[in-house]
């Protein structure tokens, strides 16, 4: 069975860098899509990014000059990180996989809330 | 982007009750249409895909339509386990986007 698993700070400061890594087992980064999604407080979700199994990024045009998304294979990983962040990007941050390929998400992390206050 | 308008935004309903939730596009995206639920506490979990698909494991009072750019979700007799929040997403194009959620309570 697919698993995934966030882990990363739950505090960030204003302006700095928010980093989570999402550990996968059961499944190979190396196949399908492997994606972001968070959920603000107040419920909405925003679809963030995600990275193909040949390593190929796609992101949300609503933050492409903040978000990368990374992987290593050797760990069956991958990564967001996400520059110079505000308040408003307190939320509630999921990985997710797409093993069916066809860019929506039938295995989800159980979530990491991760808070930007000073 | 593409819009995604669902409605209700909030559902009150009675166990057994036909509960109906709704999404509608902003443009033609086929078939490309999914539908979460997220029980409080939990991540989000693949209902339907393709619009009229159920995922693995999901029971079969759960069903999906379309017509035109107007997608549905119905639960044909709601029980206690179904209690929580739905969302729709589109699958056409980047960005991929969500309805604004529908959370269910009983009445």
């Known amino acids: 069975e697919v698993q995934l698993q966030e882990s990363g700070p739950g505090l960030v400061k204003p302006s700095q860098s928010l980093s989570l890594t999402c550990s996968v087992t059961g499944y190979s980064i190396t196949s399908n899509y492997w994606g972001w999604i968070r959920k603000f407080p107040g419920n909405k979700m925003e679809w963030m990014g995600y990275?193909?199994?040949?390593?190929?990024?796609s992101y949300n045009p609503s933050l492409k000059s903040r978000i990368s998304i990374t992987r290593d294979t050797s760990k069956n990983q991958f990564f967001l990180q996400l520059n110079s962040v505000t308040t408003e990007d307190t939320a509630t941050y999921y990985c997710a996989a797409d093993t069916m390929g066809i860019t929506l998400f039938d295995y989800w992390g159980q979530g990491v809330m991760v808070t930007v206050s000073s | 982007d593409i819009q995604m308008t669902q409605s209700p935004a909030s559902l009150s309903a009675s166990l057994e009750e036909i509960v109906t939730i709704t999404c509608q596009a902003s443009?033609?995206?086929?078939?490309?249409l999914a539908w979460y639920q997220q029980k409080p506490g939990k991540s989000p979990q693949l209902l339907i895909y393709d619009a009229t698909s159920l995922a693995d494991g999901v029971p079969s009072r759960f069903s999906g339509s379309r017509s035109g750019t107007q997608y549905s979700l119905k639960i044909s007799r709601l029980q206690v386990e179904d209690i929580g929040s739905y969302y729709c997403?589109?699958?056409?194009?980047?960005?991929?986007?969500f309805g604004g959620g529908t959370k269910l309570e009983l009445k």
């Open positions: 990275i193909s199994y040949s390593g190929s990024t």
């Open positions: 997403q589109q699958a056409h194009s980047n960005p991929r986007t």
């Open positions: 443009q033609d995206i086929g078939n490309w």
